[in-house]
């Protein structure tokens, strides 16, 4: 298995791209870990109508994914859940690059090849550092016998997880398993980063308006400007004009949420405000990473924030 420093590229047919705060500015990305997207084009024929079900049962544009997995236990806390496993190959990695693979296993013991495809993607992989100072969203590729891949460059020695979003075809909606994995080496603990309603990376500025309530829907605003001046020009990625995911420090709880409105539906401006309809699992403190794309590249801006 393997890991990465902040970006993910390399591989055809995949996107990907993350963030690692170090030890220093906890509210700044670090320059040079963003990658341009690649676009993938996917031929779903003759799967369109039953596919936008399933992209939408369990969540919607306003209430995200990864509060589903039922009996009140939010997303991502279980490594299996309706009979779907996220096995993952290796559960020790080294420091540095690796290449990173796992399968989902269905209810019948093998690994599943059949899945309705998300936001324009069959499967997507989130993976963060347990202190919540790094996060990657990337999307594998995967062979004909399951086995998912991605080449992940992972700066250092810690505690990680990972998280599939998935709509598997047998099962009919979409669920979000997790499962922990470690980098070996010497680690050194640290807190989550400070709490903070302004990220800077690349010289973009986003700043987060709105509060996060246990028990209730929030609208969340997040405000993009390059260099002082609003960006109206954002480009979709994966579907929409931004994604953010929501994870709660102590226990990764994780949702990942879409924003109201879409690119094209002749509605929603492609910037400077990126707006979601948030609701959260239980009070705590939360961190909150927005994935956008400007001049082709995709950034990811994090932010720390308290559910009262």
Not at 160 to 189: H, M, N, S
């Amino acid at each position: 298995m393997s890991t990465q420093h902040a970006t993910h590229e390399g591989h055809a047919n995949h996107e990907g791209h993350g963030t690692h705060e170090g030890h220093g500015n906890h509210h700044r990305q670090h320059a040079g870990h963003v990658t341009a997207a690649r676009t993938e084009h996917h031929a779903h024929a003759g799967h369109a109508a039953h596919d936008a079900d399933l992209a939408h049962t369990g969540h919607d544009a306003h209430a995200g994914h990864g509060d589903h997995a039922g009996h009140g236990v939010p997303g991502g806390l279980q490594v299996t859940q309706d009979g779907y496993t996220l096995e993952l190959a290796e559960t020790v990695a080294r420091a540095g690059e690796v290449d990173f693979r796992f399968r989902i296993v269905g209810p019948d013991g093998g690994a599943v090849t059949e899945f309705a495809p998300l936001h324009d993607r069959e499967l997507h992989l989130i993976v963060v550092r347990r202190e919540l100072d790094g996060f990657w969203h990337v999307h594998p590729v995967r062979a004909e016998d399951g086995t998912w891949e991605v080449r992940l460059t992972l700066p250092e020695a810690g505690a990680y997880r990972a998280f599939t979003d998935i709509a598997p075809r047998a099962l009919g909606k979409t669920i979000t398993l997790g499962a922990d994995f470690a980098v070996a080496g010497e680690y050194q603990p640290r807190p989550v980063p400070e709490a903070g309603r302004t990220a800077v990376v690349d010289g973009y500025e986003v700043t987060l308006d709105g509060d996060l309530v246990d028990g209730a829907g929030q609208l969340l605003t997040l405000t993009v400007r390059k260099d002082g001046v609003a960006v109206t020009d954002l480009e979709p990625y994966l579907a929409a004009f931004g994604h953010l995911v929501v994870l709660r420090a102590g226990d990764l709880a994780y949702v990942h949420v879409h924003p109201n409105g879409e690119p094209g539906d002749g509605v929603t401006a492609p910037g400077p405000e990126v707006a979601f309809h948030t609701a959260v699992p239980g009070r705590g403190t939360y961190r909150l990473f927005l994935d956008f794309k400007h001049q082709g590249v995709v950034r990811t801006a994090g932010f720390t924030v308290r559910a009262a």
